[in-house]
């Protein structure tokens, strides 16, 4: 894809892989927007991609706050008329044994992990349908647990690794659901595991010793950004750079349903069949 007068925004794009996606984008002709929640990182990130020719500016935002997604949807259609690339990476480990909420009282992994891209990307979809062909990435994680519909919120028995893996289970079925409701828009949205204990902050977090390098990984969410192999394709699921499964319960069009009646609830949005019941 050629990328000059492209706009591509990049969540949690300060540190680890998606600071080196930022750069690696940047340098290829982009506008990339950066986010993250330190100021002081993300205009590092940002003077590193000028330094290399690049064009890039910075939107700070807390993504563990609905209103401050909100907000940073807002900060992307004031800058720009137009979004091609949406790459959803912003993201919690498992570290932590305490059960934590974020702004909204929702448990912190599922909030950050999930539900922040959710609404994203549901609030720029108008911009992203405008600029197509366009593409999502959702950044997920062969780590995969079913969700619990009965204690989606972990109030009853919270465990780190679980959150994790639920929620990042989440974006994936997410990611299939709206490439049914993308069909025909010019808009494709996949999802991956980029690569294995990515040597991040993340990772080092959670006491694991990294097996495998950020570049790898960013090598991975690059190659469905921008690759003309992935043009027109849409509702997948990589292992890398390798076409794959994900957990059976991201094919069950049941639960995919429960999840998306569930978020637009927690979010405040409302769904097309309950305008078309109410209309």
């Not at 040597?199 to 190659?223: F, L």
Request: with cysteine; glycine share 10%.
């Amino acid at each position: 894809m050629e990328l000059n007068d492209k706009t591509i925004l990049i969540t949690g794009s300060t540190d680890g892989v998606g600071r080196v996606v930022a750069e690696r984008l940047g340098a290829s002709g982009a506008h990339v927007l950066v986010h993250g929640r330190d100021a002081a990182r993300g205009k590092a990130t940002v003077a590193a991609i000028e330094a290399a020719g690049g064009n890039a500016e910075l939107i700070v935002a807390d993504l563990a706050s609905l209103a401050e997604v909100r907000r940073l949807a807002e900060a992307v259609r004031a800058r720009t008329s137009r979004l091609d690339i949406l790459i959803n990476n912003a993201g919690i480990g498992t570290a932590g044994a305490k059960r934590q909420a974020g702004a909204d009282g929702y448990e912190l992994r599922f909030a950050v992990n999930y539900l922040a891209g959710f609404l994203l990307t549901s609030e720029l979809l108008p911009l992203l349908t405008a600029s197509a062909p366009s593409r999502i990435v959702n950044v997920a994680s062969a780590g995969q647990q079913a969700i619990d519909f009965g204690d989606v919120m972990l109030t009853r028995s919270y465990d780190g690794v679980r959150a994790y893996c639920q929620s990042k289970l989440a974006q994936i079925l997410f990611t299939i659901d709206l490439a049914e409701q993308l069909k025909g828009s010019g808009v494709t949205v996949n999802a991956l595991h980029p690569a294995s204990y990515m040597n991040t902050t993340m990772v080092r977090q959670a006491g694991v010793t990294p097996w495998s390098s950020v570049e790898t990984g960013a090598d991975a969410i690059v190659n469905l950004a921008v690759s003309p192999d992935l043009e027109g394709r849409s509702g997948l699921y990589f292992d890398g750079l390798r076409e794959s499964r994900a957990n059976a319960q991201a094919y069950d069009a049941k639960a995919r349903q429960q999840l998306l009646t569930l978020s637009l609830d927690l979010v405040g949005l409302v769904s097309a069949t309950s305008k078309e019941k109410h209309s």
